[in-house]
């Protein structure tokens, strides 16, 4: 069977579109619709008329930003896109991954084919062409201020069209020069508004937007499983999952996470109703936690895909109707304010598993499971630690991920000249973002494997019978088992707990279907 594809000019992207392509599990291929065609041509021509009756374009025939005051003959309006990808390479710190690079090229094309960027269908063409070959534009992350767009970081992206800087290339770093030879394929040359409709854009933040959408809503669910593994671990009170209690409080996210905790503790067959009338927040109150992402993310979604099949560049090029427009649809204050709340939402996950954590090792609060986990008895008790550790780790990346959580939007700052005097921030927030998931999810790994231990500890002493457990918790048993041996005595976890966290990034365990 042929490889599946996703088609760009054939109707709006999906989040799942863009990290298909990023994951190279599709192609790409642009429609072949006439009118998408001309809709794209169109625009390129009537620039190209403009250019013959000597208009003022910006950025075509002007400077850029400030120097929107300065005119550039129409001599050099060929040379004007080159310059601007060459000055904007100053991006500086980590650089982003092969996906992320892929997640990038896939967003602007889904801008650019909305066809109001004037540019030609070449250009779509060669970014398509990168996506199919495998050609990553290695980019720096830092640099964007999120308005006019992200221009430094999208440099790279234009610099790799032309044949220059560095790509990354089935896992290597090469100059885009020395792929292009190796492939036999051939570098493009800038047309007068290419360069900054490629540029000029949210295609960075939006991309990233897209990978923090989908780590979220696993994270949803995983965190409503280790709910329930923590629950069933201390013989929590399962009434607090009631149908009928939740029927009073109808925020449908909420609902969905209690549904999934009730089911997970078999409630309805075996309610298990502990001695304790109710059980600490951590416990409670998870649906009521948890379901604040779950329902935020219909909106969150909404504004990122909303964001994903815009024309997000400036100035706006219709072709069909020869208008130029000028406006600032490079601002990228939707893609901030989602990123800005995810984040916020993700950091109270964390917090809400560190509480967990804290009440599995405590034994004043475990209810009878050993001190720190250990699975250790005897003389052998007084020994071995446990989780002591894992558990000051856990309580490290929460700390760290709340501190994150200070909105990047607010601190606008007035750059290039007072021209950009209001900006938007979107990157940074999206950057924060995805490292408060990355700490969460080293939260989420070590708290799985301690909740999954205190389990094994009540089944080892005759508390709870395994037989009677879900087939779902189970199976999330066996899963960590695979590969987390029953800690009986102390050992270094940081090569499991790595492990597991990048099985929670690969979302390899299948939840709540």
Not at 86 to 107: K, M, P, S
Not at 217 to 226: A, D, K, N, P, Q
Not at 308 to 314: E, I, Y
Not at 430 to 438: K, T
């Amino acid at each position: 069977m042929s490889q599946q594809t996703v088609t760009f000019g054939e109707g709006d992207l999906s989040i799942e579109d863009v990290l298909a392509l990023a994951k190279r599990e599709k192609l790409a291929q642009l429609s072949s619709d006439p009118a998408f065609i001309h809709k794209i041509e169109s625009g390129w021509k009537f620039l190209e008329k403009l250019l013959k009756e000597d208009g003022v374009i910006y950025g075509v025939t002007t400077g850029y930003g400030d120097s929107c005051t300065v005119t550039v003959p129409t001599s050099l309006a060929y040379d004007l896109p080159v310059h601007l990808t060459r000055f904007h390479g100053c991006g500086l710190g980590e650089y982003f991954d092969e996906e992320q690079g892929f997640g990038i090229v896939a967003t602007r094309i889904a801008s650019l084919a909305r066809g109001y960027s004037g540019v030609r269908k070449e250009l779509l063409d060669q970014l398509v062409l990168l996506l199919n070959h495998g050609i990553a534009p290695h980019i720096p992350q830092e640099g964007s201020v999120g308005a006019s767009g992200d221009l430094t970081p999208l440099s790279y992206v234009a610099a790799t069209l032309i044949g220059e800087r560095n790509v990354i290339y089935k896992g290597e770093i090469l100059s885009a020069e020395e792929v292009y030879k190796r492939l036999g394929l051939s570098a493009i040359k800038l047309m007068p508004k290419e360069g900054l409709a490629i540029m000029n854009g949210t295609a960075v933040m939006t991309a990233l937007a897209c990978f923090a959408y989908s780590r979220a809503e696993y994270l949803t669910r995983l965190t409503s499983r280790i709910t329930s593994l923590v629950l069933l671990a201390t013989q929590g009170n399962g009434a607090h999952f009631d149908d009928l209690l939740f029927q009073v409080k109808p925020h449908e996210g909420q609902q969905q996470i209690a549904k999934w905790i009730q089911n997970d503790i078999n409630y309805h067959e075996h309610p298990r109703n502990s001695a304790r009338l109710q059980d600490r927040y951590s416990i409670r109150c998870a649906p009521h936690i948890v379901g604040v992402l779950r329902d935020a993310l219909g909106w969150m979604r909404r504004d990122i895909e909303n964001e994903l099949n815009s024309a997000n560049d400036n100035p706006i090029i219709d072709g069909e109707g020869e208008h130029v427009l000028h406006g600032g649809h490079f601002y990228g204050g939707h893609i901030a304010f989602v990123m800005d709340s995810m984040k916020n939402c993700i950091a109270n996950l964390a917090d809400l598993m560190d509480r967990q954590m804290a009440l599995l090792v405590d034994p004043k609060f475990n209810h009878g499971l050993t001190r720190n986990l250990s699975g250790a008895s005897g003389e052998r008790l007084s020994l071995n630690h446990g989780f002591k550790a894992v558990q000051i780790g856990v309580s490290a990346w929460t700390a760290e991920a709340l501190k994150q959580t200070m909105p990047a939007s607010v601190f606008s700052r007035s750059t290039e000249s007072h021209n950009q005097d209001k900006v938007s921030m979107g990157t940074i927030a999206a950057r924060d973002c995805l490292r408060i998931l990355q700490l969460t999810e080293q939260v989420a790994s070590a708290t799985l494997l301690a909740s999954v231990q205190g389990i094994k500890i009540r089944i080892k002493n005759g508390e709870v019978k395994e037989n009677t457990l879900t087939d779902q918790i189970r199976e999330t048993i066996r899963f960590v088992h695979k590969d987390f041996a029953f800690l009986l005595e102390d050992r270094p976890l940081e090569k499991e707990l790595r492990y597991f966290t990048d099985q929670i990034q690969q979302q390899t365990l299948d939840l709540y279907k």
